[in-house]
């Protein structure tokens, strides 16, 4: 998984974490927001910068925060052993900001992917909501957190819900869908989803034979 590393600039050294067995998702309580944001919202905390160990946007880029194997400051008392992953958006009812009420397929994806690839490094580990630990509404009440949790625990089909459309899972056409998926010849709709059984526009049909012709190289 691809990880971009961001340049910050540090108020404080880190502490190294010693133990890691909970791995702690947030929302950014913002519906546009970008890890350097998080960065200076924590440093006007009078923090050593951004809490979180990962950013993850609503288009499933991930970004870098602290190091990993330091002591983060995304959940109080519990930063000497968990790592913290915060998703841009605000996943919460309000009046005061505007709410996302679903999470993008790529943002998701991303995060299970990334919880997946932590695991590796530290087996065992939970994945958690921050209100899991805190009284508090984060990660919020539109957060996936149990479609994530389960996509991470059903190790087995984590590339499924990488790669695929979510609903041609099962489908008689899954393995070309897939296939002309990974060479970006087709694509999903807004939502991540293929609708394998509705029917194709005229437009639909020139765009895919020109994305076609262009994989192969016709001028
Ligand atoms: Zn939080």
């Not at 009078?46 to 979180?52: F, K, L, N, R």
């Not at 508090?136 to 957060?143: H, K, S, V």
């Not at 989803?193 to 059984?197: A, G, I, S």
């Given at each position: 998984m691809e990880i971009i590393e961001v340049q910050y600039n540090w108020a404080n050294g880190f502490i190294p974490r010693a133990t890691t067995d909970a791995i702690v998702l947030h929302h950014a309580e913002s519906p546009r927001c970008t890890a350097q944001d998080v960065h200076r919202w924590h440093l006007d905390n009078?923090?050593?910068?951004?809490?979180?160990h990962y950013f993850v946007a609503k288009d499933g880029t991930v970004y870098r925060g602290r190091p990993r194997d330091v002591v983060g400051a995304h959940v109080e008392n519990h930063n000497w052993h968990t790592i913290g992953i915060c998703a841009e958006g605000n996943y919460h009812p309000s009046d005061r900001i505007p709410v996302d009420t679903q999470m993008p397929v790529v943002q998701k994806n991303s995060i299970v992917g990334l919880c997946h690839e932590l695991l590796t490094v530290y087996s065992g580990a939970q994945i958690l909501g921050h209100r899991d630990l805190l009284a508090?509404?984060?990660?919020?009440?539109?957060?996936p957190l149990v479609e994530i949790q389960q996509a991470v625990r059903n190790g087995q089909n984590i590339q499924e819900v990488l790669s695929?459309?979510?609903?041609?899972?099962?489908?008689?056409?899954a393995q070309d869908i897939e296939w002309l998926r990974q060479k970006g010849i087709i694509k999903g709709d807004e939502q991540g989803?293929?609708?394998?059984?509705q029917p194709i526009t005229r437009a639909e049909v020139v765009s895919l034979l020109a994305r076609t012709l262009r994989t192969l190289g016709v001028q």
């Open positions: 009078g923090w050593a910068g951004i809490g979180y508090t509404a984060c990660p919020g009440e539109y957060f695929m459309f979510p609903d041609t899972n099962g489908h008689w056409a989803n293929f609708r394998p059984d």
